[in-house]
């Protein structure tokens, strides 16, 4: 069948089960968009490039797929980046579509024209510049192939506009041929037996949880080797989820802003199981000073993390998928009864979260911003999709949010990005359409992408935007509040801005709540409605994220509330 270059690559996205593009027309692109428009494809325009990139790393972590974006060349690509460097920190898997110049005048420094492969080599798994008709096919099957096996990441592919008018025949590659890759990636078994048999000599073993569990879909396998090991457990950021909240001796998240149990118990182990973690700096404190009585485990998928920053006694490199079935096999062979060997450490540990929770002073006449996500989360069903921005709000979510199931806590982990937000959610819902989003924000963080409400109206998109609203860059103000002598210097908003206005403006309802009783009354009622909807929650200037490791300090030098409360 012949057929045209932009008719080649939708029919091979049809291939890869593509079910929606998110994406901004321009120039070098439109004969793709036109044989969009034909073809009826399904696809989402967003306001900005930034939020299409962001939009379908939503959609690829609440659904497990490969998001697909795309834009036109020059600055549409380069718009893109942000979004691309956000999936390739918290691995998620993009297929960035991106329009080049005509192949004749490539190099030139022609109208619009960026060299994307070489400005995303840093933040990308692979990329690609597609310069011939007879290459686009099979780049499109090794870009989907990439980005979903091994450890997931983004892929661009810089198509040539030149190359979708020319005409090809339509014959889909069934299979990827890759000089070294495979995407398969399974270890050496004698790997787990060593972590069988450090278990076994252990006395005060605990399980550390990543966003990789998440990824590799390997929530169930990890349900049945913690009960299995009946050990304390603790998670990062992005392995929220991964672990139910009310399971026993579950401690939540650890690190810079993690439960004091958790924390401590990482100082205090002498036996830590890292699964699908990087040990980044938000979780280690002082990378010397890590886990000082332990001996350490790592699986991961990805060589290049072993060792990289702690030093790891244990590494399993494989593919959770295989690690993680064969693991539980070898706990169950071994015919230990670890839950009754470990209960001492156990019920210490668990003691210890008893004392130490996560909390918070209340303050009478003001809503505090852990209130709301206490109250939000105790409103919403199980089933629900929390999408946070990056800020305050984000680790009071992290803290006070109880998920229970991987792929319902979507966040911006490694990069940390402003902005991360409304356009997730916006990819998080149609994605999955039948469970309920709802995005907590703050006043900085809505203002960075706040032209994509315009793109949730006109799509109908049900989500629900929770502003935690402090007149400030909270983490900033925080920083210079403890750190920097008060001088908040550029980190205060001016309050003039009526978000709820502003919403208004683009087709969204809204509401702004300022007593605490409204918790109880104005929001149950906001969340209920259909339609898109933004609260709008006024809360205290100087509440502050505690616990915290300050920078340069060990996990167990904390800041707890009681003795900032002082």
């Not at 939020?51 to 060349?73: H, I, Q």
């Not at 069903?381 to 109880?402: E, R």
């Not at 208004?504 to 104005?522: H, Y």
């Given at each position: ?224 080797v913690l009960k299995k090991m009946g050990i304390p457990v603790c998670s990062t950021l992005m392995g929220l989820g991964c672990v139910e909240p009310d399971a026993e001796a579950y401690l939540g998240m650890a690190g810079m802003h993690g439960s004091y149990a958790a924390n401590m118990a990482i100082m205090g182990c002498d036996l830590l199981l890292g699964i ?145 937000g409304l356009p997730a959610a916006i990819g998080a819902k149609i994605g999955q359409p039948d469970k309920k989003v709802v995005l907590f924000t703050g006043d900085g963080s809505i203002m960075m992408n706040c032209q994509e409400l315009a793109t949730a109206s006109d799509y109908g998109v049900d989500v629900k935007i929770v502003v935690v609203h402090n007149h ?95």
């Amino acid at each position: 069948m012949r057929i045209n270059g932009a008719q080649a690559v939708l029919e091979g996205l049809k291939q890869e089960g593509v079910d929606v593009i998110f994406g901004y027309p321009g120039g070098v692109v439109l004969p793709l968009y036109d044989e969009i428009y034909k073809m009826k494809f399904p696809h989402v325009l967003v306001r900005h490039e930034q939020g299409a990139a962001l939009a379908a790393d939503g959609y690829a972590r609440a659904t497990g797929e490969v998001g697909v974006c795309l834009s036109t060349s020059g600055p549409g690509c380069t718009n893109l980046v942000t979004g691309i460097a956000t999936a390739y920190m918290d691995s998620i898997p993009l297929v960035c579509f991106t329009g080049q110049v005509a192949t004749s005048v490539i190099g030139k420094d022609s109208f619009q024209e960026a060299d994307i492969c070489g400005i995303t080599t840093p933040i990308t798994k692979h990329n690609y510049l597609v310069k011939r008709p007879e290459d686009l096919l099979r780049t499109i099957k090794e870009a989907f192939f990439i980005a979903r096996t091994g450890r997931p990441g983004p892929v661009v592919v810089d198509i040539a506009t030149d190359v979708f008018r020319a005409e090809m025949d339509f014959d889909y590659p069934e299979d990827v041929h890759l000089k070294g890759y495979s995407g398969i990636f399974k270890g050496e078994e004698n790997s787990i037996d060593a972590v069988v048999d450090a278990l076994s000599k252990a006395e005060r073993p605990l399980a550390f949880i990543g966003g990789g569990v998440t990824l590799a879909d390997e929530s169930d396998d990890l349900h049945a080797v913690l009960k299995k090991m009946g050990i304390p457990v603790c998670s990062t950021l992005m392995g929220l989820g991964c672990v139910e909240p009310d399971a026993e001796a579950y401690l939540g998240m650890a690190g810079m802003h993690g439960s004091y149990a958790a924390n401590m118990a990482i100082m205090g182990c002498d036996l830590l199981l890292g699964i699908g973690v990087r040990f980044d700096d938000r979780v280690t404190g002082i990378v010397k000073e890590f886990a000082p009585e332990a001996k350490i485990v790592h699986f991961d998928i990805d060589a290049a993390e072993l060792n990289k920053n702690v030093r790891v006694d244990y590494p399993v490199l494989g593919d959770l998928n295989w690690s993680l079935p064969l693991f539980a096999k070898k706990l169950a062979a071994k015919g230990e009864d670890y839950p009754a060997r470990f209960a001492a450490w156990r019920e210490k540990i668990k003691a210890m979260h008893a004392e130490h929770p996560f909390s918070y002073q209340k303050r009478e006449g003001f809503i505090m911003p852990q209130q709301i996500i206490e109250t939000v989360t105790r409103l919403m069903d199980d089933d629900t999709i929390f999408v946070t921005d990056v800020g305050q709000h984000q680790m009071w979510a992290a803290q006070f949010c109880t998920v229970s199931r991987p792929r319902h806590f979507l966040t911006s982990g490694g990069l940390g990005t402003m902005g991360y937000g409304l356009p997730a959610a916006i990819g998080a819902k149609i994605g999955q359409p039948d469970k309920k989003v709802v995005l907590f924000t703050g006043d900085g963080s809505i203002m960075m992408n706040c032209q994509e409400l315009a793109t949730a109206s006109d799509y109908g998109v049900d989500v629900k935007i929770v502003v935690v609203h402090n007149h400030l860059l909270g983490m900033v103000a925080q920083w210079q509040r403890m750190f920097y002598n008060q001088h908040y210097s550029e980190s205060k908003l001016n309050g003039k801005t009526d978000l709820v206005k502003l919403a208004e403006a683009m087709g969204i309802s809204g509401v702004r709540i300022e007593k605490p009783e409204e918790l109880e009354t104005t929001l149950p009622e906001a969340l209920s409605r259909k339609g898109a909807m933004l609260i709008d929650v006024m809360v205290p200037e100087d509440a502050n994220v505690l616990p915290m490791v300050p920078g340069g300090r060990r996990l167990d030098d904390m800041i707890l509330e009681k003795e900032a409360a002082k």
